[in-house]
């Protein structure tokens, strides 16, 4: 059965049919190889690249919540454990929860990935040098291999996220400082750390004929083998509507009308296209705001007005990136902010965002710390709410059934063999350092 084929088994109109995406090949995904995968896949998991050696990328996206963490907002430097049973550290107490959800990671080597964050603050842009947007536009140094990669660079020199805070470490120190690239820059910092140790220059070298040559092992070295991993563990293209995509199979019964709806008069797939089912831009969707927002170290507001921070235009307000929906039945909390704990709420919300901010029940999962208990900071004053409210497209209201068959049809895109990944989790990795399993 071809997607035309499906169009027409679900009693839908020919256009509905042309709005199917095409199903995704290998041409749609950046080219990986095996062993820079498997290099990637330790330094993924290994909390060396935390200025205080505590955490790892894993931490915060672990397949046990769906390459993320399972939680609103989530705890990185301060904090112990994972996900909803991570707590507050004691002997070194956190300064904020992480502004917005964790991010899930499939697809993300997919070639129409063009933005990352929920404001984009790095995106693909060819009228740059570098061939890429970002806040920290003077550090960036040749050697990224893509989009994927140079995301990388972010989680490291977060002192909230990794790098930890100032004066604990030298990486948190230069990161701090401003000194992110060069002789003393967070990133040689990090470098050393992984050139240090025997195992890695081994991989390094066979895995990079540079390397292997005399070169040293640069931080770009270690962005692109986490990004070949992610790009190959993550990648997402076996879930049941992939089968309907290739005319292998069809939708019935509640999926297939949520199928219609979604395509259709529900007008989902207006923003949610592609095989991906996302188009990459920035929307205002009216949603909650949790925590202390995106805001620079001296700003006391926290309210987060998302794509504008980037862009600085009044018109991108509460705007947030349009997030791929590929197995986003597993990986709530829903929002930019984690603000939905239940699926069917979500999708009954982000088409009347009006409706659902006056009555929003502010039931979230959040890590164990005082922190917690600031988190409603912005959603308290009437004046903020009222500002998200005027810049949310207008919605239409979704009946309980409606909202049942549209979960349904977002059930058709889990895929088991990206959630479970490919190379796993390591039992090891070359510093010695605990894995977070």
Known sequence: MTRFALAA????????????????TDADFLPVTRDEAE?????????????????????????????????????????RGLGPER????????????????????????????????????????????????????????????????????PVLSQDEMAGHYSENEVSQAARQGFITGE????????????????????????????????????????????????????????PFDAVLRGE????????????????????????SGPLLSDFGFHATGQPQLGPGKKARFEKHSRDVGRMRVTGRPEDAYAFRTPPLR???????????????DLATFVAAHADPSTALDSYERSVTLPGTPL???????????????????????GGVLTETQVAEIVAFIGTLTDPAALDGRLGIPDRVPSGLPVDR
């Open 9 to 24: 088994c679900l009693a839908a109109t020919p256009a509905f049919g042309a709005d199917l995406p095409n199903p995704l």
């Open 327 to 341: 197995n986003v039945a597993e990986t709530g909390p829903w929002g930019h902010a984690g603000a939905y704990v």
């Open 87 to 154: 707590r507050a550290d004691p002997d070194n107490p956190p300064e904020e929860l992480i502004p917005r959800n964790a991010p899930p990671l499939f697809n993300m080597g997919a070639k129409a990935v063009t933005a990352m964050f929920a404001d984009g603050r790095i995106e693909v842009d060819p009228a740059r040098p570098s061939g890429l947007r970002t806040p920290i536009e003077e550090e960036m140094v040749a050697g990224f291999d893509n989009l994927l990669s140079a995301q990388t660079m972010f």
């Open 249 to 272: 199979a069809s939708l019935e019964g509640a999926a297939a009308r949520g199928a219609e709806l979604f395509y259709g008069d529900a007008g989902c797939a207006s923003c949610h």
């Open 372 to 394: 917690a208990e600031e988190v409603w900071q912005v959603m308290d004053d009437p004046v903020e709410v009222d500002e998200i409210a005027a810049t949310a497209r207008a």
């Open 39 to 79: 290099l990637g896949q330790l330094l993924f998991w290994d909390p060396i690249l935390s200025g205080n050696r505590n955490i790892s990328c894993g931490t915060c996206h672990h397949p046990k919540f769906a390459t993320g963490d399972g939680l609103s907002l989530g705890l990185g430097e301060g904090g």
């Open 184 to 239: 003393g820059g967070a990133w040689q910092l990090l470098s050393e750390r992984i050139a240090a140790i025997p195992e890695y220059r081994q991989r390094f070298e066979a895995v990079y004929p540079a390397i292997a040559a005399g070169r040293g092992i640069a931080f770009t070295d270690i962005s692109n083998a986490i990004a070949a991993f992610v790009a190959l563990e993550w990648r997402s293209d076996s879930a």
